[in-house]
Nanobody, 113 residues
């Protein structure tokens, strides 16, 4: 099982960034998927959820209206589009597979200044 996040980096407040998660080693189209983040010195915060066929989506209140989660089951890919980012969005972002968050990627750093 492998989940590899990419797309992180530096972005100015008010800007946009899209994160990607490439997965392998399991049947992606059968799994709930999540994005989560961890800021320095803080615990892990759940960010967004999408069900296997993409028909059910949910967001943490802190990102609702600014972030958008999507998936491409044909490409085994998950995305998170982040708009109007704020300094409080700075964190390491992880994709996680399964409703129980059973599989995690290594994370990608997002820094908003």
């Amino acid at each position: 099982v492998q989940l590899v996040e990419s797309g992180g980096g530096w972005v100015q407040a008010g800007g946009s960034l899209t994160l990607s998660c490439a997965v392998s080693g399991f049947t992606f189209r059968n799994y709930d998927m999540n994005w989560a983040r961890q800021a320095p010195g803080q615990g892990v915060e759940w960010v967004a959820y999408i069900n296997p066929d993409g028909s059910i989506i949910d967001y943490a209140d802190s990102v609702k209206g600014r972030f958008s989660i999507s998936r491409d089951n044909a490409k085994n890919a998950l995305s998170l589009t982040m708009n109007n980012v704020q300094t409080t969005d700075s964190a390491v972002y992880f994709c996680a597979a399964g409703g129980d968050f059973g599989f995690w990627g290594q994370g990608t750093q997002v820094t908003v200044s």
